[in-house]
């Protein structure tokens, strides 16, 4: 296929606060060689006083935008992946849209969860199909330590706080957004949850159970269902682009459980250079993971023009999905 969207920038930020495993262990009843064994993760990054998402977004956007020479006045739209905005309304994306001084640009939350930056890189790269020339920042920013039930080590000890941002335009070339491949089934909604606060269960606090503010999971069978949708959205990805796992330069997961990007790349038949892996310093930090990871690539210029680039999400919903990038 055409290519559609080419990422011209990518930036990151994340708090300054580390949280590490040993931390953890005067929390709840943990250990850091089983959150390690279990998961790989080391240590998370989580906000502290003066931190939001949309400063987060903020900051990453303008690494973004920096990298692009793309300025603020010169956005056409921006999207922002994610579950835990600083308020219901207004959305993060207005907030980033207000201090950036983006001033021509439409802005907008999408709610996909782990799957939020993926899914907005998908809308960003229809829009720039049909009007090459718009400039549309995507952002997936997180603060999952206000969503985390720090008394359920089942969950406690998975995610993290961070944003990550890219500014895409159309391609000029053969480089860019080879395809898109998006997925949900909502007949699972029930393994992954946060239901408190929304219009259902207003915060009063009365109608749930505390723990009903918070994430809940049931890890094994949400483990068992990323795996084999990871897979499979991986695949279909290749399949429609004629592409062999071989020629991939880079595969960029969602950062969830070292052992679920294993099970990946094994599927794939990849050595563990391929696969890019950065969950033991930041934990789960669910939409903002994969644009996070980018930008770490980047900087360690594991990326050169050319490389065909696979990035693979899967979160609560269900939702998942795939995009195959020529770099
Ligand atoms: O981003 C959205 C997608 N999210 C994911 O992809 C997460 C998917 N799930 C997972 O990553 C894994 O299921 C977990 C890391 C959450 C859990 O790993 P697991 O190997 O599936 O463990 P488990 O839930 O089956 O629990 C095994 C044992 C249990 O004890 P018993 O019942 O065997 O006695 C748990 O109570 O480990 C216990 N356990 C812990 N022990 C120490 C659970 N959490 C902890 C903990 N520290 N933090």
């Known amino acids: 296929m055409k290519p559609g969207a080419m990422i011209i920038g990518t930036g990151s930020a994340l708090p300054s606060r580390v949280l590490t495993n040993r931390d953890l262990e005067e929390m709840v009843d943990t250990s850091d060689e089983w959150i390690v064994q279990r ?3 080391k240590e998370r990054r989580i906000v502290g006083p003066g931190e939001s998402n949309s400063k987060l977004a903020v900051e990453a956007a303008k690494k973004a935008l920096e990298e692009a020479r793309v300025s603020p006045e010169e956005l056409d739209l921006i999207i922002v992946g994610t579950l835990t905005p600083d308020y219901l309304m207004p959305s993060v994306a207005v907030l980033v849209q207000k201090e950036l001084g983006a001033v021509r640009a439409g802005a907008f939350d999408l709610s996909a969860t782990c799957s939020g930056f993926l899914y907005g890189l998908s809308v960003a790269d229809q829009y720039v199909r049909v009007a090459p020339e718009r400039k549309i920042l995507v952002i997936g920013s997180e603060v999952l330590s206000t969503k985390v039930n720090w008394e359920d ?25 080879l395809s898109t491949h998006l997925h949900a089934d909502g007949s699972l909604w029930h393994l992954l949850t946060l239901k408190g606060c929304g219009s259902l269960y207003p915060p009063c606090g009365k109608e749930l159970p505390r723990e009903e503010y918070f994430i809940r999971m049931q890890g094994r069978e949400v483990f068992k269902n990323a795996v084999r949708a990871m897979e499979t959205v991986a695949l279909e990805a290749l399949e429609s682009n004629g592409v062999q796992p071989e020629d991939l330069a880079l595969v960029i997961p969602h950062q969830a459980n070292r052992r ?15 696969v ?12 903002a993971s994969i644009p996070i990871a980018l930008d770490e690539a980047v ?8 490389d065909l680039v696979l990035m693979v999400a899967f979160g609560g919903g269900f939702t998942w999905a795939s995009a195959l990038i020529r770099w």
């Open 39 to 41: 998961t790989g993760i």
């Open 276 to 287: 890019f892996v950065n969950l033991h310093k930041y934990g789960n930090t669910s939409a």
């Open 299 to 306: 900087r360690e210029k594991r990326l050169s023009p050319g």
């Open 153 to 177: 080590r089942t969950t406690c000890v998975l995610f993290g706080d961070g944003a990550g941002a890219v500014v895409v335009t159309g391609s000029r070339d053969d480089r860019g957004v």
């Open 260 to 274: 679920i990007i294993e099970a990946l790349r094994e599927r794939l038949g990849l050595p563990p250079e391929k």
